[in-house]
Every structure is written in C-alpha cells, then in structure tokens.
C-alpha cells in the first residue's frame, strides 16, 4: 500500500472509528478515490450542525433506514444503529427507522436488520464499537411498557 492510500485510510479511521473492505480496496486501488470519497461522506454524515436540517440522531436514523433498504449492509445498519444511539436514539427509533425502511424495501430488509440488531446488542456485532446504554437500557424499558400494558389490562 502506498503512503497515500495509509494515509486516507488513517483519516477514515479517525472519523468512523473503523474501515471497512471497501476502503481497504480503494487504498490500495486508487487512494485519491478514497481520499474523496471519505471526505464527502464524513461532511455529509458528520460535518457540522449548524445550518443543517438533521441534528446527527437523525442522520443515524436516517442511515439505519437506508442500510436496512439496501439489503445486506450488515455493517452499515450497526455502524449507523450505534452512531444514532451514540448520539441520543432509543432502540425503539432505531428499529422504527429501520422497519419503515422494510415497507418499500419488503419485510426480509426489515428482518435481516432484526437480526442484526438482536446480535449487535448482544455484543456479537459484525463491526467492534461500543453502543451507550447497551442491551440493559433497552430491556429496562420494553419490561417498562411491558408492566404498563399488564397494569393496562388489568383495570
């Protein structure tokens, strides 16, 4: 690998936190692609949020969707499920955001990313980061609703 395409590599890394097979490709294919790509997409996803429309919860939210839709963005769905949790998200919105994804895309989008998330939050994830909050915060409030729903029904 050329220093260049290191050095693009390293720059991808700092912002993500990881890199993934297509970054390794371009590095070491065409670093000035890589060097472009990851400029535009870490404006795009992470720049600044004055003047923006998203604060970054949505965008993760956003991309969680849209990961979903692809079908088969494993890493994608995590990467985008921990940054919007990261960044003030609930479980809930993230399996919201990508079952609305499920609609055009079709109900195996939406599952796949169920299982994705299940194993994600069970720290058996595709891409290594830590997730805020983790499984205990999500079952500590499903046991919640759970509980006003039976207190619901009882009356």
């Known amino acids: 690998m050329t220093p260049e395409g290191k050095k693009a590599l390293d720059e991808i890394r700092k912002v993500r936190g990881y890199t993934l097979p297509l970054h390794d490709a371009l590095a070491e294919t065409n670093p000035e692609f890589l060097k472009r790509y990851g400029a535009l997409s870490s404006y795009v996803i992470f720049g600044p949020g004055e003047g923006r429309a998203l604060d970054l919860k949505t965008r993760f939210l956003v991309m969680v969707g849209i990961t979903t839709a692809v079908k088969g963005d494993r890493e994608g769905i995590e990467w985008a499920a ?13 399996y919201e955001a990508a079952f609305l994804a499920g609609l055009p895309a079709g109900m195996p989008a939406f599952e796949a990313a169920c299982k994705a998330l299940k194993e994600m939050k069970a720290g058996r994830g595709w891409v290594p980061q830590k997730v805020p909050g983790g499984v205990r915060k999500a079952k500590a409030r499903g046991a919640a609703k759970a509980g006003a729903k039976a207190t619901r029904k009882a009356r």
């Open 82 to 94: 921990a940054r919007a949790i990261q960044n003030g998200a609930t479980w809930e919105e993230v």
